[in-house]
């Protein structure tokens, strides 16, 4: 199994860039596609960005297209998730998840969730 951790959540005004990692224990990132999802309060969880297990490539929902970027550090063991040009609406938990397949997992495919960290940007 494989424990997820996330970090670097916090405060910042509209237009900032904050970078979230994804530090994974007793499995290697490199062996699952990582997602980043966010939960807004009172709303479901939307899907961010995955990067695929292997080829490495990367698929972004349309919201953060050409503001965020995925990338993964296998030495460290961390998935990481840039964002620039944050708008309030970026305002949610962020939580990352890993699942056992290649290519895009369908969201039940991701079978370890972290505990989350919440993202807050003021206008």
């Known amino acids: 199994q494989v424990q997820l951790v996330e970090s670097g959540g916090g405060l910042v005004q509209a237009g900032g860039s904050l970078r979230l990692s994804c530090t994974a224990s007793?499995?290697?990132?490199?062996?699952?596609?990582m997602g980043w999802f966010r939960q807004a309060p009172g709303k479901e969880r939307d899907f961010v960005a995955v990067?695929?297990?292997?080829?490495?490539?990367?698929y972004y929902a349309d919201s953060v297209k050409g503001r965020f970027t995925i990338s993964r550090d296998n030495a460290k063991n961390t998935v990481y998730l840039q964002m620039n040009s944050l708008k309030p609406e970026d305002t949610a938990v962020y939580t990352c998840?890993?699942?056992?397949?290649?290519?895009?997992?369908?969201?039940?495919?991701?079978?370890?969730w972290g505990q989350g960290t919440q993202v807050t940007v003021s206008s």
């Open positions: 007793g499995r290697s990132v490199g062996l699952y596609s």
């Open positions: 998840a890993a699942a056992p397949v290649t290519g895009i997992p369908r969201t039940e495919q991701y079978g370890y």
């Open positions: 990067i695929s297990r292997y080829s490495g490539t990367s």
